[in-house]
């Protein structure tokens, strides 16, 4: 019996970069360095920001480095009426409600909002205003979203677990506040689609990047909510540019296609991943299945990978 399965859950919002490959790769080294089983899941519930033709890129992307999957391509957008089933169950134990705020709403609220990690802490103006979307529309004349209640939740605080990072104790109704659960669009929210489709599809261990760590405590509220058992989790540094910010655009382009279409192999852009990653003393060339014996999570540095822009010189 496969008692380890992580899962690889690209949002084709853009291609692959070294940022992502580099999380992709860990996950699936220590997923199959235990050997568990591995998902694949496309992430495409991103509305407007999903770009045609991305999802196929990712999973080229990752079949060129050589990350390989047991099950999926699961896709999110096939799947919204489970989604669906997931708010009623909230719904009905009086753990959301729908919300007509707008961010400028939220801004300008007079209890002045402090920021969490995912933005600004949700002040709870439309808490207990409305028992359904509808009556929302009907009485403001404008669409609603639905948060979950942090008032009505159990839990004054959180604790995480992270296989990397220290346990961190989150102060549910300061630090993360009232966050959304369904968009006013009449979509998932994050939040709600990762938790429900990581229980389903039965995954016991995420890694990801660090930019996500307050989400595990989102989602943490909703496992609890929702009954269900939360994944081990770990969340390994981002990959910055010299700037020290998140790689984007204004690093130049840091996409694994650009690098393959300049004539890279794969082997050479693992073993760069492997080398930011500490399973290498040197930028070599490796593939992905040479690093499973040297794999320990322990070996990554704490500190993010910064990409200066230029591929390492090796020559000196
Ligand atoms: N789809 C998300 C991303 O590409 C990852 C979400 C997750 O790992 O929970 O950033």
Not at 74 to 90: C, G, K, M, N, P
Not at 98 to 106: A, F, I, L, S, W
Not at 185 to 209: G, K
Not at 293 to 298: G, I, Q
């Amino acid at each position: 019996m496969v008692s380890i399965r992580g899962r690889l859950a690209p949002s084709p919002t853009g291609v692959l970069h070294l940022g992502n490959a580099r999380s992709f790769l860990l996950a699936w080294l220590d997923v199959r360095a235990r050997g568990g089983q591995l998902l694949l899941r496309i992430e495409d519930l991103d509305g407007p920001r999903i770009q045609t033709g991305a999802a196929d890129a990712a999973m080229a992307d990752l079949s060129w480095l050589g990350l390989d999957y047991d099950d999926g391509p699961f896709f999110q957008r096939s799947r919204l009426s489970v989604y669906r089933d997931a708010l009623t169950t909230l719904a009905d134990a009086g753990l959301v409600y729908p919300c007509v705020c707008t961010r400028k709403d939220v801004e300008s609220a007079a209890s002045a909002p402090h920021a969490g990690d995912e933005g600004l802490v949700y002040p709870g103006t439309c808490r207990g205003r409305w028992a359904t979307a509808t009556e929302a529309l009907q009485q403001t004349g404008r669409e609603a979203c639905w948060r979950f209640d942090t008032q009505a939740a159990q839990h004054a605080e959180i604790t995480i677990h992270d296989r990397f990072l220290a346990d961190r104790v989150w102060r549910v109704r300061q630090e993360l506040g009232d966050f959304v659960v369904w968009k006013k669009d009449d979509e998932p929210a994050y939040q709600l689609a990762v938790v429900v489709d990581d229980a389903e599809q039965q995954v016991t261990d995420v890694m990801r990047a660090d930019d996500l760590f307050s989400s595990a405590a989102r989602q943490e509220l909703l496992y609890l909510a929702l009954g269900k058992p939360s994944p081990k989790w770990a969340h390994i540094p981002l990959v910055v540019g010299a700037d020290g910010r998140r790689l984007a655009k204004r690093h130049g382009d840091t996409t694994i296609r650009s690098f393959r279409e300049a004539g890279r192999s794969a082997d050479e852009v693992v073993g760069l991943l492997a080398f930011w990653s500490g399973l290498r003393s040197q930028p070599l060339p490796c593939r992905a299945t040479d690093l499973l014996p040297d794999w320990a999570l322990e070996k990554v540095p704490s500190e993010p990978v910064v990409w200066s822009g230029a591929w390492p010189d090796l020559s000196s």
